[in-house]
């Protein structure tokens, strides 16, 4: 896979090991030529990845909504710029643009990422997958609240179709090489 797309944190007051991890991620995906798709912010995780990524040699590309412009939010790794109007348009800029999308430790902006992919593709409008990257356990009580969903009938497919989980950097290479 080339283009993979990234949601992430934009704070800067999470532990360090998360950034850590990122910046290993990023310079993998720097080193094999891959193309970092992502918000465009220059906060938190994403400016973390998208540094690493460029210093790297792999290609950024930014996606930024109106408002991250306005409040001088936008990072100076970018090699293109996607404008977006909204969150909303982003999302679908994002998704659109990658072969894979990959989910690092987050917040709400990152859930919201997340499910968007991950509904549009139970309608049918896309078969690409969202990766969990599932370092330090960050997203094994979501995975067990999907499971509890699709045990009790919520779901129409099984979740497997739409997300894929990896434990390890090792294993996140092996899912996106
Ligand atoms: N205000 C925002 N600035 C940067 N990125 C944002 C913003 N709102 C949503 N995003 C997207 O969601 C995540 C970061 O949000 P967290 O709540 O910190 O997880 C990131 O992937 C952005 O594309």
New binding site residues.
Partial sequence: MKKIG??????ENIDKMYFESTRKLGQWLGETGKTLV??G?N??L?ECIAQAVKENGGTVIGVVPS??EENG?VSTYLDEVIRTRN?SD?KDI?LEKSDVLVALA????????IFHVIAAASIGYHQKKVIFYNEYGFYTELLNTLDTLEQKGFARHPFSTYYDVANSLEELKDKIK
Avoid: N, P
């Fill in positions: 990234i949601f992430c944190s934009a704070s992502y918000g912010a906060l938190g994403m408002k991250l939010r969150l982003r994002i987050g917040g709400v902006g990152t859930f919201d990422e």
